[in-house]
């Protein structure tokens, strides 16, 4: 599965992005997929996932702001990032996990997320 992640960009504080990643075929094999950033000289961290049964997570500092939805049909995972802060500027990075992968299968290539203050 090759996982192709868009819609970065720079935006103000308080703005909103729209960031999407499209897998090359059916995602119906895979289990969790997730949104990770990472920002200079960070290691990369997760922002927020969701399970094939529809189930989120999401890291504390993107709670309320943040939603992460997929529709297999389209093959999409998609994150609304509304209320963006400074904090949130990194390298976004879409992964997918197949059952029994203790980690990050698939990845695709990033979008830069630029939040100016």
């Known amino acids: 599965v090759q996982l192709q992640a868009y819609g970065g960009g720079l935006v103000q504080t308080g703005g909103s992005l729209r960031l999407s990643c499209v897998a090359s075929?059916?995602?119906?094999?895979?289990?969790?997929m997730g949104w990770y950033r990472q920002a200079p000289g960070d290691q990369r961290e997760l922002v927020a996932s969701?399970?094939?049964?529809?189930?989120?997570n999401y890291r504390d500092s993107v709670k309320g702001r943040f939603t992460i939805s997929r529709n297999l049909a389209e093959k999409t995972m998609t994150l609304q990032m509304n209320s963006l802060q400074p904090e949130d500027t990194g390298v976004y990075y879409c992964?997918?996990?197949?059952?029994?992968?203790?980690?990050?299968?698939?990845w695709g290539q990033g979008t830069q997320v630029t939040v100016s203050s």
């Open positions: 992964g997918a996990q197949r059952f029994g992968d203790l980690k990050v299968r698939y």
């Open positions: 075929e059916s995602m119906i094999s895979i289990v969790v």
């Open positions: 969701i399970t094939s049964g529809g189930s989120t």
